[in-house]
């Protein structure tokens, strides 16, 4: 099955804040991060990473988290609903379970939040 034009070919660097809920005080990097899989719904050749580049995310000692094209499916096998985490903000839990927070220690330098997107034909 072919991907239509946006979802094939590209890849995506950004810096920036993430726009929290409305409901949430703060949004750290790993919910952002959930954002992508979540909304693709598992499809092939998707992969990012989102990090704080001061090495914490928030108020834990983890910069970010990395997904990919089966970040979806390995959470559904261990019998956790993905798009129920986001709604709760639980990115947390949701990349530790997975083995996919990033953790690179303080890096003492915050320069900005760092997102990045490839999508891969």
Do not use: C, Q, Y
């Not at 954002?35 to 990012?48: E, F, L, N, R």
């Not at 094209?69 to 798009?83: V, Y």
Request: proline share 7%; net charge negative.
């Amino acid at each position: 099955m072919r991907r239509p034009a946006l979802l094939r070919d590209a890849i995506a660097i950004g810096f920036g804040l993430a726009l929290a809920p409305a409901e949430a005080e703060t949004w750290p990097t790993r919910p952002m991060t959930m954002v992508v899989p979540v909304a693709a719904g598992g499809t092939a050749g998707i992969w990012g990473l989102a990090a704080d580049t001061d090495g914490v995310d928030g108020a834990e000692d983890i910069a970010g988290a990395i997904f990919t094209p089966d970040t979806l499916a390995r959470a559904r096998a261990k019998s956790r609903d993905p798009r129920a985490m986001l709604d709760d903000n639980d990115g947390h839990s949701f990349f530790e379970m997975l083995g996919d927070s990033l953790v690179t220690g303080p890096t003492r330098t915050n320069v900005n939040d760092f997102r990045a997107t490839l999508i891969a034909p």
